[in-house]
């Protein structure tokens, strides 16, 4: 497949995570022992002409002169036959050093270029932070405010979410409604307490005592006139049994008790 036929080139250029590549005549025998040849075709847009493996494949010599050169160069990292094969893109500086640039991995004949760990957390972060964001606007778009009722949730544009919603509610036992919501008290009570702020109450004043003494002396007086009236409940008493004596005596029973004492002595 050549990418510069289906306009990939400028799309490699801005990002290379985005595109693969495959040759369908070499996947039946592709092996550990022709992979690079594999990946070394013309027409794979993640292979560098100007690298190392090119010029030792030109001078028809082993890829074990690449340790003796420096440069841009291709080695097979890893080998899982028969389906994958990992491919390492690295700068030789040395015999013994080498800093890795890119690495390719061949899954089922289809080349892939491995992302490095930037972009692996970009794409999860934008990932999660896109989801976040639908399921926000989602739960938006569900919430009602009432000036009485406060804040609620109505799905009745959700077919299922409404259907779940209904059943649930035949469920349970009907609730009375009350005359003020939870919402509406702390409302009210939030007011009163600011204009309780704003106006205080005033203080009251002490007045002075109409009967121009001392308040306990007012107590003082309903004791006594308390105890004068028990002395007077005890005399009426006393009056009574005194009264009764007479009718107890069988004198003047169903008479009058006002005779004076000359006559009953008479009689």
């Not at 292979?47 to 002169?65: G, H, K």
């Not at 930037?118 to 606007?137: E, G």
């Not at 004043?205 to 109409?210: K, S």
């Amino acid at each position: 497949m050549n990418p510069g036929r289906l306009g990939l080139a400028p799309l490699l250029q801005e990002n290379p995570l985005w595109i693969s590549w495959h040759d369908s005549n070499w996947i039946p025998v592709l092996n550990p022992g022709n992979v690079m040849d594999y990946f070394s075709e013309k027409s794979n847009p993640f292979y560098d002409r100007t690298c190392n493996n090119e010029i030792v494949r030109m001078q028809r010599q082993s890829l074990e002169l690449l340790n003796n050169m420096t440069g841009v160069e291709y080695i097979p990292l890893h080998v899982q036959d028969p389906i994958l094969y990992v491919i390492r893109k690295q700068h030789r500086h040395s015999p013994t050093e080498a800093t890795p640039m890119a690495d390719y991995y061949i899954i089922a004949g289809t080349v892939y270029q491995a992302p490095d760990l930037a972009s692996v957390f970009n794409s999860r972060i934008l990932s999660t932070v896109h989801h976040l964001q639908t399921a926000f606007d989602e739960a938006s778009s569900y919430s009602r405010y009432h000036p009485s009722k406060g804040y609620s949730w109505d799905f009745s544009s959700n077919k299922a979410i409404a259907e779940k919603t209904k059943t649930q509610t035949k469920k349970e036992a009907p609730v009375k409604e009350e005359p003020s919501s939870i919402f509406q008290r702390q409302r009210v009570d939030m007011l009163l307490g600011d204009l309780l702020r704003k106006f205080p109450l005033p203080l009251p004043q002490m007045t002075n005592n109409p009967t121009g003494g001392n308040p306990s002396d007012a107590g003082n007086a309903s004791n006594n006139h308390g105890g004068a009236a028990g002395d007077s409940d005890h005399v009426g008493s006393d009056a009574i049994l005194i009264k009764q004596e007479p009718t107890e005596a069988g004198v003047g029973r169903g008479g009058n008790n006002d005779v004076p004492p000359e006559k009953k002595m008479k009689l």
